[in-house]
Each structure stands twice: as C-alpha cells, then as structure tokens.
C-alpha cells in the first residue's frame, strides 16, 4: 500500500540568510531547513510551527505558503513536503530542542545551493521557490474538524 510520508519545512529568511539545522545522520554532517513530520490531529501550519521550534527554539508564525513538493527517495520512500515562509526582520538566537539537531546556522541561499551537504535535494530547491515562487495565502489550505 502507498503510503507517502507527509512532511512540512520552515524556508526561514532573516536579512538577506536563510537558518538551516545541521544533523549528523550516519557520521556525516547534513543541512537541512527546520522540518519534520505531520503527526496525528495537528495542521500543516500547527506542525511547521512546533518543529521550527523544536529544532530552532524559534517561536514565529508561518506567513505563506511557498509550495508542495513530492520527493522519492534512494531508498523508494515517498515524500510530500510543504513548505513554509517565514520572514523575519532580523536573524534570532537560536536553541534548538531536539538532540538531533547539533546546531543552528544563517546562510546565504547561494551557500545552500552550492553545498554538497544537504539532507534531500528539496533544500535547495525550497530556496530556488522562496526566490522565484509566488507566495500563497495560508487559506488556501483547508483543515475540516481539526484545531488550529
């Protein structure tokens, strides 16, 4: 049975640099942007807003939806990705709450394009949306029997 795994990522913008999280998954050291998964009786929104703070200690709200994008990865396991916009007016501290996560760094898009070390090419790709992507109302996404 398909089964895809249903994600949301954080495209963070503050002064020109994006925040990424650093991982170190099988000894190697990856960028990603604060994401994760959808869990159980919580909203696209609700989940981008829990794991930017998990994995940043950030507490800011999404503004914009940039996209959906479905991945497979080498593995043949399917992803649908929703990312988020989030401008802030000046790059924050940052805490992150999850052990995984070794730390948080702001970035030029140009240094997450370029960079050999990203998680899944939809991290790169999510910058070259946030460049040249409409942004879209987060109304459009409709959420039925669900709290906010």
Known sequence: MFKPHVTVACIVQAQGKFLVVEETIHGKVTWNQPAGHLEADETLVSAAKREL????????EPQFFLGLHQ??????????RFAF????????ETAPQDDDIDRCRWVTAEEIIGSAQLRSPLVAESIRCYQQSPRYPLEILHNFNLPE
């Open 71 to 80: 991945w497979q990865a080498p593995d043949a396991t399917p992803f649908l």
């Open 53 to 60: 703070y998990e994995e940043t200690g950030i507490r800011a």
């Open 85 to 92: 916009v989030i401008d802030l007016p000046e790059m924050l």
